[in-house]
């Protein structure tokens, strides 16, 4: 009996120790006739359920994430998924459905603009985000109305 107790009690200790699910589960796009300054640019949208993975990610640069991709994806494929784009100004594109087959708990964009505006953006703030691409730079924000 006293052995049962200490497995419960480890137990939830283990699921309480669990970080909460992403909360965002849409991803919607804007993207500018202008955006990365009429240039085509890259941008993955990275899932993972481990938040030590998704910081290594955000230590990076976009350029060594983009680099690095796909040796990531596959070193990591049972905890992170990639959707990937090769986008042209002014395009349409998305949704973004944010599903994946592991319990998602960490999301980010990498956006390959030119130069200095590429970066990262963090979602989870809001059920739907709207990730607004612009000439020179971007930026997340709750998606009004989705």
Partial sequence: MKAFLVLLVLSLTACASKPPPLKTSQLYLAIAPDANSNSAFRLDVILTS???LAAEILALTPAAWFAQRQQ???LHAT??????AELVPGQAYGPVALKAKFRITSGLVAVGYDRAAAGFAVL???ASELL???RSGFALSAAAGK
Avoid at 79 to 84: A, D, H, R, W
């Fill in 50 to 52: 481990d938040p030590a």
């Fill in 72 to 74: 990531m994806a596959a």
């Fill in 79 to 84: 905890n992170l998924k990639v959707v990937g």
């Fill in 124 to 126: 989870g703030a809001n």
């Fill in 132 to 134: 607004t691409l612009s």
